[in-house]
């Protein structure tokens, strides 16, 4: 299976920060990686799909990029409501897989 | 728009069969070409791929479950049903389903399994 592995596992921020989580792929996945947004006892919502695309909806601060092994989710400018754990999710080579999650915290 | 609802019991014994049933509201199960998608997340864990199904009928199951899962599709109920046999603790998690194949875009709210004697 491939692995995903997510750096930070965790974070501190301060509404208005930019900031960048990156995730990492134990094999090439071309541009079929995704990112999810889970807050705690919720299911987790799409925000970035095929690496940089954004899902309907999402605010446009919220940004992805990269392909191949190496791949990054960007929030410009964090919001009170971001405050919560991203994950990434490979979906070229099935199982398909997740990574273990970036929790982001207030700071 | 589409809304995923999952139920079932929430205690399962080892050993014993756990069934979950995923209703889909807002769309029929077969309109579009959709895949539908069982995921789980164990307490404090990351998510893991249990299997989908497409509209046609095929299915996949990660491999790791494959022995002791079944995914299949209710039309006349709107619904997609997921079958765990022989659970062991190790199985304890929030069940999801989801619509996609390789990402998903409306994710039920899930239900805790607890698989306890």
Redesign the interface.
């Given at each position: 299976d491939i692995t995903m592995t997510q750096s930070p596992s965790s974070l501190s921020a301060s509404v208005g920060d930019r900031l960048t989580i990156t995730c990492r792929a134990s094999q090439s996945i071309n541009s079929?990686l995704?990112w999810?947004q889970q807050k705690p006892g919720?299911?987790?919502?799409?925000l970035i799909?095929?690496a940089s695309s954004l899902?309907s909806g999402v605010p446009s601060r919220f940004s992805g990029s990269g392909s191949g092994t190496d791949f990054t989710l960007t929030i410009s400018s964090v919001q009170p409501e971001d405050f919560a754990t991203y994950?990434c999710?490979q979906?070229?080579i099935?199982?398909?897989?997740?990574?273990?999650?970036t929790k982001l915290e207030i700071k | 728009q589409v809304q995923l609802q999952e139920s079932g019991p929430g205690l399962v014994k080892p050993s014993q069969t756990l069934s979950l049933t995923c209703t889909v509201s807002g769309g029929s199960i077969y309109s579009g070409s959709y895949y539908w998608t069982w995921i789980r997340q164990p307490a404090g864990?990351?998510?893991?791929?249990i299997g989908r199904i497409y509209t046609s009928g095929s299915t996949?199951y990660?491999?790791?479950l494959k022995s002791r899962v079944t995914i299949s599709v209710d039309t006349s109920k709107n619904q997609l049903s997921l079958t765990l046999n022989s659970v062991t603790a190790a199985d304890t998690a929030v069940y999801?389903c989801?619509r996609g194949?390789?990402?998903?875009?409306c994710?039920?709210?899930?239900t805790l399994v607890t698989v306890s004697s």
């Open positions: 079929y995704n999810y919720k299911a987790p919502k799409l799909y095929a899902q994950c999710q979906g070229y099935t199982p398909y897989t997740f990574g273990q999650g | 864990k990351g998510l893991e791929c996949y990660n491999p790791s999801y989801a194949e390789w990402f998903f875009d994710w039920g709210q899930g």
